[in-house]
Structures are given as C-alpha cells and as structure tokens.
C-alpha cells in the first residue's frame, strides 16, 4: 500500500541544469497533480492530468513541463533551473469516477534545491 | 475562481486546551471543502472534508468542521489538543464540477505542554 511515490527526496542542482521529478501511484486514479510549496504560500498548483493521456497548467506553470506517461506515472521536468524554483514538490492524485470532490493523495514530495 | 483565506498563520495552544483554526473561502459557484494536515517532512494528509449533507463533519481524532454557508466559513476545531496535534494545517476548496483544489497558506499549530 504505497500509495503516491515520489523520487527522488532530495536533490542539489546548479542554476541551468535540468532534472525531471517522477512519481507514481498504485491506487488506479485517475487524475494526477504536481504541486509546489513554500513557506507562507501553501500550496500552488504547477500541472494537472484529469486522465491519461491529457496534461492542463495550473497557478504557476512557466519553466516546467509535464508527462503523463500512463495512468500510473506523472512526471515533472525543469529544462533550465533556476534560483526561484528551489521548492517542495508534491506529486498527488485523486479517484473521480463518482465525480468530483473526492480528496487527494499526496506523496511525501521532493525537495529540491537549486544554488 | 475559488479562494480560501486561513486568518492565522500560527497558532500555539497549550495541551488540553480548545483550539479553532479559521478558514474563509470565497467561490462564485457551490463549493467542496477540505482540511488537510502536514506533520514535518511528509506530505498532507486529508483530515475531513464536506461534500454535501450535513454541515458539521468529524475527523477520527477528534477534530471537527462546520460549513457555514452565509459566513463563506469552515472553521476547524477540537475541544481538547494532543502534542501530537502540532502539525501544520490547511483549508482547501474545490468548486463544484472541478477536480482542482485551491488551498489556502496554511496555519502552524503548536501545542504546548
């Protein structure tokens, strides 16, 4: 019962490097969520996947991108780091086939730290 | 759109004590509404949620929140805290027909003994 795996847990880049976070989960949700958190900002939505196959932006999107690449596994990639993106990444996903409003799972998130 | 706003960044209470973590929400279409816990270095956990039905709803470790539609609030609350209660929390809400969650800043609770 893993529920919503995230790799890896820590990383260190340097400022243009770039890195993809991935996570998985075995609960057979449909949709898919990438998340960033900051002190005294909750929250904030980077990408979602309702479902397989389809990837929409969230709050603050610019400088990822994402991959779903099955129903198990979504992905978020930075292209060039930057100082600004230094955050907690959590991955999460929630079930909808009895329609919205269900909660979401979240994996113990990514913490990434770029100098 | 949806917003929520936590009024309390932090809270300390002492154990035993009654503690209330305010949450506002603003939304132009009917709503759901969750809290979640963070403890240190996890991820959030879903603590209660209100879908529909009746507007006071119970977590298994004694917290509980109260929809309040007029007020646009969904306060959280417990009558008596556990050191085990310090955590973070946050208030989020989902608009109807969407799978997205909006949350708010979050509030730091510390109980102390």
């Known amino acids: 019962n893993a529920g919503v795996t995230q790799t890896p847990k820590f990383q260190v880049l340097k400022t243009g490097q770039s890195m993809t976070l991935q996570c998985a989960q075995d609960?057979?949700?449909?949709?898919m969520y990438w998340y960033r958190q900051d002190p005294g900002m909750g929250l904030r939505l980077i990408y979602y996947?309702?479902?397989?196959?389809?990837?929409d932006k969230g709050e603050v999107p610019n400088g990822y991108n994402v991959s779903r690449l099955n129903k198990r596994e979504f992905s978020l990639r930075l292209e060039s780091a930057a100082p600004s993106q230094t955050s907690v990444y959590f991955c999460a996903s929630s079930a909808h086939r009895t329609g919205p409003g269900q909660p979401q799972h979240f994996g113990d998130g990514t913490r990434l730290s770029i100098l | 759109a949806q917003s929520v706003t936590q009024l309390d960044s932090q809270v300390p209470v002492f154990e035993e004590a009654p503690v209330e973590l305010r949450c506002n929400y603003s939304s132009s279409v009917s709503v759901y509404l969750f809290w979640y816990v963070q403890y240190p270095n996890q991820g959030l956990q879903l603590l209660l949620k209100?879908?529909?039905?009746?507007?006071l709803v119970e977590s298994i470790n004694g917290f509980e929140a109260e929809f309040n539609k007029s007020q646009t609030s969904f306060h959280l609350r417990k009558p008596s805290v556990h050191i085990s209660d310090t955590a973070e929390y946050f208030c989020?809400?989902?608009?109807?027909?969407?799978?997205?969650?909006?949350f708010g800043k979050g509030t730091k609770l510390s109980v102390i003994p």
């Open positions: 996947s309702a479902s397989e196959g389809t990837t």
């Open positions: 609960m057979n949700h449909n949709s």
């Open positions: 209100y879908l529909s039905g009746s507007t």
């Open positions: 989020a809400v989902s608009g109807a027909g969407s799978y997205q969650l909006t």
